[in-house]
């Protein structure tokens, strides 16, 4: 009589080998085919979904915008694990959580709730994924200390799409200036605000030059105004509401320690996107009607389960290869 073996879930985990990255394939204005994916040990919650879909469709208008009409999001899928109760979602086909370019799982030891994003590569390289923790994307009292999802999001996805890197550096928050003044590491100098110390560290809380470094004592920080004029840079501080473009040419700081100085050789963040394959032929939407929201496809992961149908009666197990039938397997034991 024949003999199932069931495994479910995490019983089994098959290795793919994942080769080439994502699929996402920019047609005309649009990006399509971003896949998100959320891991099978993120406990269910009915915001998650709503949340990612609002994060994207922010994203979509502000990267168009930031990009001078020329990308935004159209389709995008979003992957829903098997330990989620089923809702009739369509069935993955090429899709899995190992090819997601946006993966939500709980938080990596070295970067707690903040989201980040793998990038490996040289300056325009391409990166691995962008990770979001299920507390970014659920708790809003974050938003204060990130900025809305949508801003975070092209944020992260100009490191993942086009290889830019960020304009901060909590390594070297100051440096020293062509005209000898300790200024903040940040994109563009034109972002305004004051040089203030903790009061335990500093005396009456002013910064003091550490005179061996010439720099600001430990304890000293730079704190924006709230209200800006200033425009750039979405890779220094998106959360700063007057911030809606990268810094380019005109803007760049290129004395700042930065890491996008540093890999692209003092480089803009936007003449670095410009110059990536997405940008080779790709020309503004014209007009000034704003793109259409991004689409969203949910599909679930089936668990994976293994069926072996076995015809007892004709299994005969000769040294070490099984025998079923006409089949001859190879068995370790
Ligand atoms: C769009 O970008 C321009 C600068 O290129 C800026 O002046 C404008 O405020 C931005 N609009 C929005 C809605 O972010
Ligand atoms: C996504 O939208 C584009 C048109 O913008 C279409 O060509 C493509 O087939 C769509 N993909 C899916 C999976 O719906
Ligand atoms: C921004 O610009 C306005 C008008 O030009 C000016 O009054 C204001 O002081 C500026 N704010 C900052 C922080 O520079």
Redesign the pocket.
Known sequence: RPLCLGVGGGGLTLALVVIGGSAVELQGNAYNGLLIAINPQVPEDEKIIPNIKEMITEASF?LF??T?RRVYFSNITILIPATWKTNNYGKPKQESYEKADVIVAAPYWKHGNDPYTLQYGECGEKGTYIHFTPKFLLKDRLIDIYGSRGRVFVHEWAHLRWGVFDEYDSERPFYISGQNQVKATRCSSDLTGIYVCEEKICAQGNCVINHVTGLFKEGCKFIHDKSQNA?SSIMYMPSLSSV??FCDASNHNTEAPNLQNKMCSYKSTWDTIMSSADFKSNFPMIGTSLPPPPIFSLLQSQDRVICLVLDVSSIALLGNTCRIGKTYIYAKS
């Open positions: 502000y915008n930031a001078k425009s809606v473009e």
